[in-house]
């Protein structure tokens, strides 16, 4: 069964554990005494970001949430990339296609966003708002791994918007470095 509670904490514990160490990490994840264990999702969020914000300055708060990305359906959404990019000469012939679209990818002023009318993290569903948007840092992972994988090049992310924070969508722009179209 897919348990993304599970998940979440195992690779924010890691994330954290890399800048860090081990008793951060638990710490970070757990709460100082294990407090956290029995805190249901919603609430484990908004704590664990505290924590993680309590501990870390911003810099280090990004680099560790972009590395928790779950990997939630990556190789599905790598084969749609794919499959678009192999039929594309540019950014805007990328973008161009119903199913492209579909997929919240457009490209404006020769720039490439993509945008969400819901909110893709499972583990938010029952989170009515978060105060800052170091959680939704791991979405910009996650697209960085997808477009890197997809393009072959490296990519950066940047959050726009979030829905979470109280924006009516949630937008990324995605920078690729030097795209190879087919």
């Known amino acids: ?13 890691e994330s954290v554990k890399a800048e860090s160490n081990a008793d951060i990490a638990s710490e970070v994840v757990y709460g ?37 990305q779950c990997g939630y359906r990556m190789d599905e959404k790598i084969a749609l990339v794919k499959e678009l990019k192999a039929d594309a000469a540019n950014i805007e012939e ?11 990818l457009f490209c404006k002023d020769g ?4 945008q969400f009318n819901f909110c893709p993290c499972p583990i938010l569903a029952d989170v009515d708002q978060l105060e800052t948007n170091t959680w939704c840092q791991c979405t910009t992972g996650y697209s960085k791994v997808l477009f890197e994988q997809a393009f072959g090049c490296k990519v950066d992310v940047e959050l726009l918007k979030s829905i979470k924070m109280g924006d009516h969508i949630c937008l990324m722009k995605i920078i690729l470095h030097d795209p190879v179209f087919s």
């Open 111 to 114: 720039e490439l966003f993509l």
């Open 32 to 68: 100082g005494n294990g407090e956290a264990k029995s805190e249901n999702n919603p609430d484990w969020v908004k704590s664990a970001m505290n924590r993680l914000e309590n501990k870390f300055d911003a810099e280090a708060i990004k680099k560790i949430r972009m590395n928790c």
């Open 94 to 104: 990328f973008t161009a296609s119903e199913k492209a679209k579909a997929a919240g």
């Open 1 to 13: 069964m897919f348990d993304i509670r599970n998940i979440q904490e195992k690779v924010i514990y």
